[in-house]
């Protein structure tokens, strides 16, 4: 449906010099691919470009370098008009914080006709029907569109938000922390529900958090970011389960699931800035298994069944075969 080749981001630093201002790698020959219907996770610290990546996914960022194909269409070739028809109604997104996403001088009734009204779908009454058959899909009663948004909770804004991005009926939907600006009470909640309108209405999913035991439990694959590289990718259960990279290895183990008995792996040394990544692998400068041979050049892509990829020259081989996702399900 959607894939991402050879996709580089960079941006002018907000902090340089008057003549030479530096770059930030945001994002850095990313490939990716989105089936139809696939829930594919995405992981990985603060600043290491998770949001980047979905605005790029969603078209929202032109990448500085590479592809971005749309069933087989090049995003970037298409006309703006193309772009905005075509693609803009077939991907949804919802953003972290629904508080800043809401204009919060419009009703939800407002809030959900407007994308509606600027794709001309329907007639009047059509769009007045599909509003409120939005509003049921996310689970939110009839009066609350009269309401404005700052009369409602966190947990409530965010399936507002939903709805919206449901409206057009996309066949992606890029979710970027769905729930890390919700109380923790209603962040399950909010998680089934977009997990059951997947299944529902047969949706793709990008789902992006920092924490990868909510992930990996939602996601058919999995990838894992590190200062703007994917450094390993794969199916959920191989990725989690049985990690070829040492970074991802340590995302598990920051917080360690119930059913496994780990030794903690405490990262040392402070993060890398994305202006002047380390050379050869990103993460060597904070890997207990670096040596000379990671300065040198980004890993080649090593690889194992199912699409199993990573980047590492000292990775972990699975020895074992990983039980399938239907079995650990
Ligand atoms: N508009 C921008 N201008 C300059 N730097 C940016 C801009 N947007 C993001 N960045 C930088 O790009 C990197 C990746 O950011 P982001 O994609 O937001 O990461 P994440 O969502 O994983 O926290 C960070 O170093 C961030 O500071
Ligand atoms: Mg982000």
């Known amino acids: 449906m ?6 580089h981001v960079r941006h002018k630093a907000r902090s340089g010099g008057v003549f030479r201002r530096d770059a930030v790698h945001a994002l850095t020959d990313a490939t990716l691919e989105v089936e139809r219907g696939e829930i594919v996770g995405l992981v990985g ?16 960022q032109k ?16 006309s703006a008009a193309q772009r905005r028809d075509d693609f803009g109604s077939a991907v949804g997104v919802v953003f972290q914080d629904p508080s800043t996403a809401l204009n919060p001088r419009l009703t939800v009734r407002q809030i959900l006709r407007d994308p509606l009204d600027v794709h001309k779908r329907g007639t009047r009454e059509a769009r007045e029907a599909r509003v409120e058959e939005l509003l049921d899909l996310v689970g939110l009663p009839g009066h609350t569109l009269a309401a404005l948004p700052g009369q409602l909770s966190g947990g409530q804004r965010q399936r507002v938000a939903i709805a919206r991005a ?15 600006a919700l109380d923790v009470s209603v962040r399950a909640q909010v998680l089934n529900l977009l997990v059951d309108l997947r299944e529902r209405l047969g949706l793709g999913m990008v789902f992006i958090s920092h ?3 909510t992930v990996r439990y939602l996601a058919d694959r999995l990838a894992v970011l590190y200062l703007g590289r994917i450094v390993e990718e794969g199916r959920a259960a191989q990725v989690a389960g049985a990690p070829a990279h040492p970074y991802t290895e340590a995302l598990l183990s920051a917080t360690p699931s119930l059913l496994e008995t780990t030794e903690r ?3 040392t040394g402070p993060v890398p800035s994305a202006t002047n990544p380390p050379s050869g692998c990103p993460f060597r400068t904070r ?3 670096a040596d000379d041979a990671c300065a040198t050049v980004f890993p080649a892509p090593g690889s ?20 399938s996702a239907r079995s650990t399900a």
């Open 2 to 7: 959607i894939r991402l080749d050879g996709v």
């Open 45 to 60: 610290e603060s600043g290491c470009g998770k949001s980047t990546l979905a605005r790029v996914l969603t078209g929202l």
């Open 63 to 78: 990448p500085t370098e590479g592809r971005v194909g749309f069933h087989g269409r090049d995003l970037w070739s298409m």
């Open 166 to 180: 449901l409206a057009l009926e996309p066949e992606l939907i890029v979710a970027d922390e769905p729930t890390s």
């Open 211 to 213: 924490d990868i035991q």
């Open 265 to 267: 792996i405490v990262l």
């Open 287 to 289: 890997c207990w298994k």
């Open 304 to 323: 194992g069944p199912d699409g199993h990829r990573w980047h590492c020259v000292h990775p972990q081989i699975p020895t074992s075969p990983v039980p």
